[in-house]
């Protein structure tokens, strides 16, 4: 399948390429690229192979009171169905895009919660690994090959007032086409403070800037590029160093043949 990634990605940057689409359990090349929702993503002219799941993972349902996700359930579903049943530990994806295998690879969260609290176990090619063997860390994991599905634990009591306080979190995020927060915040402080003391809250480069809502958010005015973007990100990271010899970790993940996040 053809896929226009500056329509796809959040960021609307990227070409149109060749997807594999997997319906099937099966053993996928390490050099393959795994795309989700793309919302954490910045891709190249130049990427490696792509692949993505079939809507046949898009799935929700409660059996022997466990919750199964399939790895291509949009976050927004699974907030709506934990909503209806009340199920605790997914209000944190009010306004958190992406699809379950995206957002476990990531271990995508917020405040102190992430998407893997509750998870007993999650289905790859040929295992099913516990919590523990996923390696969960700060919007990290262990897990190498392609989800299909993960298990998650019921807890009872949706809980409203955490669902509110998240989405009030929420009103400092621009609302432009970005990829979330561009790096990982340092132990003990903030990529965004970091940033701001850098002068790179606002700063532009053709059309792609650090927002001047939120420093840490790389958002794309429309007409950005890859180069323009990977070009920013470079900048900031140096003159971070420079200044605090506080060495930034990408969080948005580089899509490229050659460049990959940990290399910048
Ligand atoms: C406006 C905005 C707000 C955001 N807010 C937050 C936030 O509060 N907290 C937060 O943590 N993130 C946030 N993000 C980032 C993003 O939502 C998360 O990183 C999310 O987990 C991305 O999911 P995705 O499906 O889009 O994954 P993608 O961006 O497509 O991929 C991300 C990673 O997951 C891998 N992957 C995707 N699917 C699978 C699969 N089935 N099996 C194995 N690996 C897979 C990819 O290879 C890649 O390494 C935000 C992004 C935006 C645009």
């Known amino acids: 399948m053809k896929i226009n990634f500056s329509k796809y990605s959040s960021i609307k940057i990227g070409p149109t390429a060749d997807v594999l689409v997997i319906d099937e359990s099966v053993k996928i090349d390490e050099n393959v690229f795994i795309v989700g929702g793309a919302n954490n993503l910045l891709i190249s002219n130049n990427p490696p192979p792509l692949a993505m799941l079939d809507k046949k993972y898009d799935f929700i349902y409660i059996e022997n009171n466990s919750l199964h996700i399939g790895a291509a359930t949009a976050s927004g579903k699974i907030l709506s169905f934990a909503k209806k049943h009340n199920i605790n530990g997914f209000e944190i994806l009010q306004k958190l895009p992406g699809q379950l295998g995206g957002m476990l690879k990531m271990n995508a969260g917020l405040k102190g919660f992430s998407i893997s609290d509750n998870v007993l176990f999650v289905k790859t090619f040929d295992r099913v690994l516990t919590k523990e063997e996923c390696g969960f860390g700060y919007r990290t994991s262990h897990i190498n090959s392609l989800i299909y599905e ?30 979330g927060s561009c790096f990982k915040n340092p132990e ?34 429309g007409g950005g590029t890859f180069e323009d973007a990977l070009t920013l990100i470079k900048e900031a990271k140096n003159d971070v160093y420079k200044k605090f010899g506080v060495n930034l970790e990408l969080e948005i993940q580089i899509v490229d043949k050659s460049v990959t996040s940990k290399k910048i």
Request: glycine content about 8%; overall charge negative.
């Open 150 to 179: 993960a298990i998650f634990e019921i807890k009872e009591g949706f809980d409203t007032v955490l669902f509110d306080s998240f989405k009030k979190a929420r009103t400092n995020q621009p609302n432009l086409p970005s990829a």
């Open 188 to 221: 003990d402080d903030f990529a965004g403070r970091l940033l701001e003391e850098c002068g790179y809250k606002g700063k532009c480069l053709n059309g792609v800037s650090f927002s001047d809502v939120h420093a840490n958010f790389l958002v794309n005015y």
